[in-house]
């Protein structure tokens, strides 16, 4: 019931396209998701994140979308540019949990 | 000051050395966290220590010893470690008692020899 399930494991997207990842979660006590980005030998770095009260959340070029109902959330990232090319990873926690609960990743390339 | 600090960035050891980890942050949080992350993985956590004291430890073996010797500081203590210990290991912070609002750093690569 902790896991987050994540999808694509990876993804090729053209110049100026739109990536998308989707993640799906079981447990209803969760109520932040955030998204990480990654890249290699790096530490994640926050990106955006989202309570389940709003269904999107738009940063820049970034955006998440939430189904409270299917329990879903997902990354949009609009006009995707090389420098976006890096590992992302969903998460999700509850207040007063300590632990953050990664999916299992998706690495983004995009091609120009 | 709104990042978290690790020293060294990359350590090469062998099975019978002792080495420490380090990580420091500056932003008040009083909750941080030991993070191993292996290739193409997600991030597993190791340890949470929440003002200064251990609270969390996911059964991590005993060569991995935590510290936490003020707000600010968190060592890792390494010990007669194998080969599949060489991974990347994380320290994160959070200002509140949980995972809204985690800050990582960069990390420490880890080759054991």
């Known amino acids: 019931q902790q896991q987050v399930k994540q999808s694509p494991q990876s993804l090729i997207v053209q110049k100026g396209g739109i990536s998308i990842i989707n993640c799906a979660y079981e447990?209803?006590?969760?109520?932040?998701f955030p998204w990480y980005q990654q890249f290699p030998g790096k530490g994640p770095a926050l990106l955006i994140a989202i309570r389940p009260d709003v269904s999107e959340k738009k940063e820049g070029r970034f955006t998440i979308s939430f189904n409270k109902s299917a329990k879903q959330f997902s990354l949009h990232i609009m006009d995707s540019q090389p420098g976006d090319s890096a590992t992302y990873f969903c998460a999700a926690t509850s207040f007063g949990n300590e632990k953050l609960t990664f999916g299992t990743g998706t690495r983004l390339t995009i091609i120009p | 000051d709104t990042e978290v600090t690790q020293t060294p960035k990359h350590l090469v050891m062998g099975m019978t050395n002792k080495k420490s980890l380090k990580c420091e942050q500056h932003m008040g949080h009083r909750a941080m966290y030991w993070y191993k992350q292996k290739a193409k993985k997600p991030p597993e956590l190791m340890f949470v220590?929440?003002?200064?004291?251990?609270?969390i430890n996911e059964s991590v073996p005993s060569r991995f010893s935590p510290e936490c010797p003020n707000s600010s500081l968190l060592n890792l203590h390494l010990h007669a470690l194998q080969p599949e210990d060489s991974a990347l290991y994380l320290c994160?912070?959070?200002?509140?008692?949980?995972?809204?609002?985690?800050?990582f750093g960069s990390g420490t690569r880890l080759t054991v020899v």
């Open positions: 994160a912070s959070s200002q509140v008692q949980g995972g809204y609002g985690y800050t």
């Open positions: 220590y929440s003002y200064e004291k251990l609270s």
């Open positions: 447990n209803t006590a969760f109520d932040y």
